[in-house]
């Protein structure tokens, strides 16, 4: 569905309403190509195209939510989404007046369409499995055009498009020994896809050699930034939104309270200007630029959605409650420099798994997986056997945090549970004194 | 359903030309009902509506999904997927020919006692309201809330070969939740049903007792924020049902995925430690480990007729007595395999294609009662409530918390502890099983977010389990 054909929907849909009654309506529509592979062959392909339409029904204090999927024939979409505005206002009726009813009534218009350059999938595709002959090549490719939108009856009228890629792999060379790779964008080069394999190969190289089993205990360690995005994404299930501080359920609690801290050149924002994801929420409210969310190591300040906002007198500043863009201050380390300064230690490529041990003192555990090395007198020697770390955020990023990367990498997320995901994260390496390994 | 079958009548009369195809029609309608402190949340209604048409076209295997279920639309999705069976054909892992063919004709539907519509809106928040306020029953009580949410699946999937498989399936999820804070210590506790889904209707809010839950739910919040940390040792670990879910999941159910054996995951999901070699002789766990792929259970949430691809649904013993007998595999990754499976390839929705899934996977019941279990104990814990998961993409090292914990000495339960959890390896850990729950102490539960597959999908697995006595299990509590 187009931008056109969503906004005359609207319109069709602000012409039923009655009296004083006020509708949102958001778009979420997607075409999409998946290519599962396995054994650098095609394991499952298909192609999806689904468009979702959500509607919130306001009269007064009271508002009900629904949703339903659209086909894109305007007439049969109208007879839908007509159906789905009656069955919310015979409820409207059934429900109190909302104290935390929150949506702008301020008009606003934005339009984004993003350019790309890829190829059909099938010769993205093609173009993969030869350059990864001789590899045992697993992963995702996902493509094709995203689309979200939002109108009103006050006469909000927002779209965000996009076309991406999002190739997201790995290879192994045996049982759980691997290394993993992304290359995810709008611009499709060849070149750059041969490159990463060329560095997944050298990589299978080191993993050839005997691997390393460690003992539970205390390791210096480097973590890519990769390894970084999953300790940030705890951060991102409670860490920073209105609702979990208010009620005290975030696992930066003693952060809050003032009664621990980050380091100093620890800075995390919300980088709404990064522009990949809509800068608009669902009520009609815009982003800001950005929020700083942690600077100088402390809590600054929190993301606030539309009822929450509400709740707590606070002035709205996301879509939702946690970061879709997130940002970690860089540090002062080169990259290629790490081996050197770790000297001894682990190089974590990735971590797995993550989940909170200890809320209360933030404190995670998770698992080491693919691309992930014993360094000895600064030089790369051993893949290690995959481990378990159990340990506080308060110290990786705080009392033990020795440095954070230069250079910092942009990764688009490759999750698809709720269709394509736009988030992002900008994030540095981080080398660290300590990591407490426990099995 | 009836629209679903004329849609399947319509494609059918003008079936694509291939060697084999099926579409399968999905429908789903949510409602979420819920009170927090006291004020209603926007309640949410969603209807969703789409199919998948698969095609064996030309030696290769190929989909497309739309949620237009126009003759047309149906007619454009069914191209899609002839367009990627021609890449399947030049560049498949496997041959077309492996590709299972279903001629099952089958219907299932929920026994319902009371139907999600007879209680009217009002009413139910009326109950929401009533189990919400038992909630706050002091002042460290910081954020309550209770909830109702309902769910009904209706799908048609229909073959070439003949196949027509139609099931409804309806859930009502109730749950309570309460946070108690005092200074930075914050604890959590769920209840009124809120980790033991099954099918069902409104008969589910009087079956896991949401109204008189609500006292205990925040009377046991409370009490953890004054109780000691879990201590750091090995000890005896009696886990109750609500943990034993989890335990069956993560290092039973998913071990066995056989998509995972063959490697289809280990980008995303991860392998197993099990590997084709072990079926058949391997000790899974001590003789009194007994695990069962169970489609027949009455009201566990994957039961049902068939998978999605139409293998008929049979119960199998996956573990008997301790030793591992077959795989989680539908028929597409038994032939590939060349082992024996389940009939447990499914999918989320209608626009993401089948895989190996869990179904309803039960650890089967033993003898004797919870406290029986706990008078074998010396020193021990109990935990209850699953609160944290993390285990190794091949499902060995995992490590698990809970909500609540309780010490055990010389064989009677003592005081609460916080915190609580505990560290293993799946390969020795189901060994150390010493002792499990009789057929009354069997609870049937299930989780409702297990995550897999590339693309992503969620789905509802089944799980019942009795009570469980593990032996020397490393346990741990909070802290820095």
């Known amino acids: 569905m187009n931008a056109d054909a969503f906004f005359a929907l609207a319109d069709h849909l602000n012409a039923e309403l009655h009296g004083a009654e006020i509708l949102f309506s958001n778009l979420a529509n997607e075409s999409s190509d998946f290519v599962r592979l396995n054994r650098n062959r095609v394991r499952q392909a298909g192609h999806v195209r689904s468009t979702a339409l959500d509607l919130t029904l306001i009269e007064g204090s009271r508002q009900v939510e629904g949703g339903c999927d659209l086909s894109g024939d305007p007439t049969e979409d109208q007879v839908r989404a007509r159906r789905l505005l009656m069955r919310l206002r015979e409820r409207l009726g059934h429900v109190p007046d909302d104290p935390y009813l929150s949506y702008s009534s301020e008009r606003s218009e934005s339009d984004r369409r993003g350019d790309a350059r890829f190829p059909p999938a099938a010769e993205s595709i093609g173009e993969l499995v030869a350059a990864a002959d001789g590899m045992d090549l697993v992963g995702i490719w996902a493509s094709g055009d995203l689309a979200e939108g939002l109108a009103s009856s006050i006469g909000h009228r927002h779209w965000h498009a996009s076309a991406s890629f999002n190739l997201d792999w790995s290879c192994y060379l045996e049982a759980d020994k691997a290394v993993k790779s992304a290359y995810s964008g709008f611009d499709w080069d060849p070149a750059t896809l041969r490159a990463k394999l060329a560095a997944m190969r050298e990589g299978l190289h080191v993993m050839s050699r005997p691997a390393r089993i460690l003992e539970p205990g205390r390791y210096r360690a480097y973590l890519a930034p990769s390894a970084v995005a999953e300790l940030m994404g705890m951060l991102c299930w409670g860490g920073f939104d209105l609702k979990s501080h208010r009620t005290h359920q975030t696992p930066l609690l003693k952060m809050a309270r003032g009664e621990r801290s980050f380091d100093p050149r620890i800075g995390i924002h919300e980088e709404h200007d990064r522009g990949l994801a809509p800068r608009f929420t669902s009520e009609g409210f815009p982003t800001p630029p950005r929020v700083a969310l942690v600077e100088g190591g402390r809590f600054a300040e929190c993301l606030v959605d539309a009822r929450s906002g509400k709740e707590y007198g606070e002035t709205v500043n996301a879509a939702s409650d946690a970061p879709g863009s997130l940002g970690l201050d860089a540090g002062t380390l080169d990259t290629a420099d790490v081996p050197g300064h770790l000297e001894t230690g682990l190089w974590i490529g990735n971590l797995w798994y993550c989940n909170w041990s200890d809320p209360n003192d933030c404190r995670v555990t998770g698992m080491t997986r693919f691309g992930t090395y014993w360094v000895e007198a600064g030089e790369i020697v051993a893949p290690v056997k995959v481990m378990r770390f159990d340990d506080s955020l308060y110290h990786l990023l705080g009392d033990r945090l020795e440095d954070l990367t230069r250079e910092r990498e942009l990764l688009l997320s490759a999750e698809t549970y709720d269709g394509r995901s736009t988030d992002s994260a900008l994030l540095p390496g981080l080398l660290v004194s300590g990591i407490d390994l426990t099995l | ?480």
């Open chain 2, 1 to 480: 359903m009836q629209h679903l079958f004329d849609i399947a009548d319509l494609f059918s009369s003008r079936a694509p030309a291939c060697d084999y195809w099926t579409l399968r029609l999905v429908e789903e309608e949510q409602d979420h009902l819920e009170v927090r402190q006291g004020v209603v949340e926007p309640s949410r209604l969603t209807y969703s509506s789409g199919a998948m048409v698969t095609l064996v076209k030309d030696g290769g295997i190929g989909y497309g999904a739309s949620s237009d279920l126009s003759a047309a639309g149906l007619r454009a999705a069914a191209e899609r997927a002839g367009g990627w069976a021609r890449v399947h054909a030049r560049l498949g892992l496997f041959e077309a020919g492996l590709y299972p063919r279903s001629s099952t004709r089958a219907d299932y539907r929920t026994p319902i006692e009371e139907p999600w519509s007879t209680l009217p809106i009002g009413e139910k928040l009326d109950i929401l309201q009533a189990a919400n306020a038992a909630l706050p029953i002091d002042d460290r009580i910081v954020d309550w809330s209770a909830w109702l949410a309902r769910r009904r699946v209706s799908q048609l999937l229909i073959t070439s070969d003949g196949g027509r498989v139609s099931q409804v399936l309806d859930y009502v999820h109730p749950g309570l939740v309460a946070v108690a804070n005092e200074g930075s210590q914050t604890q959590r506790r769920h209840g009124g049903g809120s980790d033991g889904s099954q099918q069902g209707g409104l008969e589910r809010i009087v079956a896991v007792r949401l109204l008189e839950d609500a006292p205990r739910v925040a009377e046991e919040a409370l009490a953890l924020l004054d109780a000691p940390e879990c201590p750091q040792d090995t000890r005896d670990l009696v886990l109750l049902p609500s943990q034993m879910v989890l335990q069956i999941h993560e290092s039973i159910g998913h071990p066995l995925e056989l998509d995972r054996i063959l490697g289809d995951e280990r980008n995303y999901a991860g392998t197993s430690f099990v590997t084709p070699g072990m079926f058949g002789r391997y000790r899974y766990g001590s003789e009194l480990l007994n695990v069962t792929f169970d489609p027949t259970v009455p009201m566990e949430l994957v039961s049902g007729v068939a998978d999605d691809e139409g293998a008929p649904a049979t119960r199998e013993y996956l573990i008997r007595r301790g030793i591992l007998e077959r795989p989680l595999g539908g028929a597409l990754s038994q032939a590939r395999a060349g082992l024996p499976g389940t009939s447990n390839t499914r999918a989320s929705g209608w626009d993401r294609p089948p895989i190996d899934r869990m179904g309803n996977i039960n650890l089967e019941p033993g003898e004797g009662s919870l406290a029986d279990l706990i008078a074998q104990v010396e020193r021990g814990i109990l935990m209850d409530t699953n609160r944290s998961w993390s285990i190794d993409d091949s499902r060995n090292k995992f490590q698990f918390g809970c909500e609540l914990g309780r010490l055990i000495e010389d064989g009677e339960l003592k005081g609460l502890v916080r915190n609580p959890g505990y560290r293993g390896i799946s390969a020795s850990f189901w060994r150390s099983l010493d002792g499990v729950g009789g057929p009354e102490s069997l609870e049937i539960r299930g989780v409702c977010n297990c995550g897999k597959g590339e693309p992503n999908q969620s789905v509802y697995v089944g799980h019942a389990a009795p009570p469980c006595l593990f032996r020397d299990v490393a346990v741990f509590g909070g802290g820095e």
